[in-house]
């Protein structure tokens, strides 16, 4: 029977394996291993619940105020120990994290065939994202299969060197676990507070928003909600101190926003789903909220997913408090505009991303 050994360690990580990994687990000639690394902790346990799946092994790395070094030393230690014993026959990691880079790594130092999930996503700007963009990178020079999620990132991958019958196009799984968490008739406290208004979700929490930029966003975000008396805002503020802090600055007393503690995925899948206008500086939003003919304000200058960009659901408007007041502010009031973005096409994929995945790697094991 042959391994293949799955490995992640953050939740939005979990929400994209999870799908795979049960799909996966259907497959009887396949022994498939779990491990996880906590790089987030509560909210990666809450996905891993809700998707019934129980890791392997856990390197419980996570600690309060740990570096890059911290994640990247910690991750490489634990695995190497866990790929001796195992020796599996294919390493699966996901995306950019640090997890997934060191992972990787630790998978090529032992001549373990990698495989990566969502390859090929490219800004081209080392900075940004960070440490993102230089991570998927790293794992695509060293991936032996490429599942890319749009033509575009397979694109990229082939222009890289990436020979092109290591690539192939599935979707994105995000959209496969949308058809397990988002319910009909969802009820939550929140969706009480917010009925007969028009509902914004904010997400906020990247590397290199913190400080200026995140405060700017904020101020332009309030701006907004200051003027328009029918709306109203959740914002699930993310776990770093740095965020909490500058979000009480900011909205501490306003009444139309809501600052909650962050929401596990079926709460927050289906809060997008209510939502009228999603405001997020997340990659993985980029991509579930135009299955849900959600529009997105991009608070970002550049973005790996340009495909709902071009598709028009997704709109880059960068940080700066003007730009983020005026653009939010002209779909909130121009009716036109707001239909023009929720009516886009999702370019992500169909909801059976991970099926493909999975037949992918049952194919490679006959050969």
């Known amino acids: 029977m042959k391994k293949v050994m799955v490995v992640f360690g953050t939740r939005p990580e979990a929400i994209k394996m999870c799908p795979v990994i049960i799909e996966l687990k259907k497959v009887k000639s396949i022994n498939t291993i779990v491990t996880v690394t906590g790089q987030h902790r509560e909210m990666l346990n809450q996905v891993l619940e809700i998707f019934g799946v129980t890791p392997d092994y856990d390197l419980e790395i996570m600690e309060n105020g740990q570096t890059l070094f911290d994640i990247t030393e910690k991750v490489m230690g634990g695995m190497r120990s866990i790929l001796k014993k195992e020796m599996p026959d294919l390493?699966?990691?996901?995306?950019?994290?640090?997890?997934?880079?060191?992972?990787?790594?630790?998978?090529?130092?032992?001549?373990?065939?990698?495989?990566?999930?969502?390859?090929?996503?490219?800004?081209?700007?080392?900075?940004?994202?960070?440490?993102e963009e230089f991570n998927r990178h790293a794992v695509g020079i060293i991936a032996d299969y490429n599942f890319a999620p749009t033509e575009r990132a397979k694109q990229n991958l082939i222009n890289e060197g990436r020979k092109e019958d290591t690539?192939?196009?599935?979707?994105?799984?995000?959209?496969?676990?949308?058809?397990?968490?988002?319910?009909?008739?969802?009820?939550?406290?929140?969706?009480?507070?917010?009925?007969?208004?028009?509902?914004?979700?904010?997400?906020?929490?990247?590397?290199?928003?913190?400080?200026?930029?995140?405060?700017?966003?904020?101020?332009?975000?309030?701006?907004?909600?200051?003027?328009?008396?029918?709306?109203?805002?959740?914002?699930?503020?993310?776990?770093?101190?740095?965020?909490?802090?500058?979000?009480?600055?900011?909205?501490?007393?306003?009444?139309?926003?809501?600052?909650?503690?962050?929401?596990?995925?079926?709460?927050?899948?289906?809060?997008?789903?209510?939502?009228?206008?999603?405001?997020?500086?997340?990659?993985?939003?980029?991509?579930?909220?135009?299955?849900?003919?959600?529009?997105?304000?991009?608070?970002?200058?550049?973005?790996?997913?340009?495909?709902?960009?071009?598709?028009?659901?997704?709109?880059?408007?960068?940080?700066?408090?003007?730009?983020?007041?005026?653009d939010f502010k002209l779909l909130l009031d121009d009716e036109k505009e707001y239909q023009k973005m929720s009516k886009a096409i999702n370019p992500y994929g169909d909801g059976h991303a991970s099926e493909r995945i999975a037949k992918i790697v049952l194919d490679y094991f006959k050969y």
């Open 167 to 326: 690539i192939w196009v599935t979707g994105n799984t995000v959209i496969d676990a949308l058809k397990t968490t988002v319910q009909k008739d969802y009820v939550h406290p929140e969706l009480e507070w917010c009925k007969g208004y028009r509902l914004v979700l904010i997400t906020a929490h990247r590397r290199e928003n913190l400080g200026e930029p995140m405060r700017d966003i904020f101020k332009g975000i309030k701006r907004v909600l200051d003027e328009h008396d029918d709306v109203r805002a959740i914002y699930p503020v993310h776990l770093n101190p740095k965020v909490k802090k500058i979000s009480k600055e900011v909205f501490g007393n306003d009444k139309r926003i809501h600052l909650i503690e962050p929401l596990d995925v079926i709460e927050f899948h289906n809060l997008m789903n209510a939502a009228y206008i999603i405001l997020t500086d997340s990659g993985g939003i980029q991509e579930e909220a135009p299955s849900l003919g959600k529009p997105v304000l991009v608070l970002r200058a550049i973005t790996e997913r340009p495909e709902g960009v071009e598709a028009g659901t997704v709109k880059l408007i960068g940080t700066r408090e003007e730009q983020v007041y005026r």
């Open 91 to 131: 390493v699966m990691v996901h995306g950019d994290t640090t997890t997934s880079f060191a992972a990787a790594l630790s998978a090529f130092y032992m001549n373990i065939k990698i495989a990566h999930v969502e390859a090929g996503l490219r800004t081209y700007d080392t900075t940004s994202p960070y440490p």
